[in-house]
């Protein structure tokens, strides 16, 4: 059964940075387009980005030019770098594979952004 196992959430003020990571195990990691997701309270849960394994990357509109997300296939790890945070940003945060997502998902991470 596949973990995943998201880490690096946490409160920040509005314009700052965070650096989330997500460790996968129980499955192959290098040959999957991998992708970042959140779920804001009351709100249907939705793509941030996305990584496919040739290191071809999509980004929500929303995201575009402040997130920025990265791999390391020897390590099973994937990674969101967030900057200029807005509040609208807030949301637990969520990695998975991008096409035919694994089961269950983790337990995500909190990223609150506020003054």
Not at 3 to 19: A, I, N, T
Not at 83 to 98: F, Q, W
Request: net charge positive.
């Amino acid at each position: 059964q596949v973990q995943l196992v998201e880490s690096g959430g946490g409160l920040v003020q509005p314009g700052g940075s965070l650096r989330l990571s997500c460790a996968v195990s129980g499955s192959s990691f290098g040959a999957h387009m991998m992708g970042w997701y959140r779920q804001a309270p009351g709100k249907q849960r939705e793509s941030v980005a996305s990584i496919s394994p040739g290191l071809i990357t999509n980004y929500a509109d929303s995201v575009r030019g402040r997130f920025t997300i990265s791999r390391d296939n020897a390590k099973k790890m994937l990674y969101l770098q967030m900057n200029s945070l807005k509040p609208e940003d807030t949301a637990v945060y969520y990695c998975n594979r991008a096409t035919g997502h694994w089961n269950p998902w983790g337990q995500g991470t909190q990223v609150t952004v506020s003054s």
